[in-house]
């Protein structure tokens, strides 16, 4: 009846039910907007805007399975 439980498609898992907000506000919605990301999905943007590793370097670790 408080629509607690949001469902939301997961690339991998299919539909999901994730907990909604314990609250709600009249002017800000708090509910789940995307699904939790795969494993592996933001390396390439966190290992060259974070890191500052360069693409070969990427490679060469991808190779050696230290990142996915």
């Not at 939301?8 to 609250?23: N, T, V, W």
């Not at 002017?27 to 060259?48: F, N």
């Not at 693409?55 to 060469?60: H, K, V």
């Amino acid at each position: 009846a408080r629509k607690y439980f949001r469902y939301i498609e997961h690339p991998e898992a299919g539909l999901r039910a994730h907990d909604g907000s314990g609250f709600k506000l009249s002017k800000t919605p708090a509910e789940p907007q995307r699904p939790s990301p795969l494993l592996g999905e933001h390396t390439y943007e966190v290992a060259t805007d974070i890191l500052e590793l360069m693409p070969e370097e990427i490679s060469n670790l991808v190779v050696e399975q230290v990142l996915f």
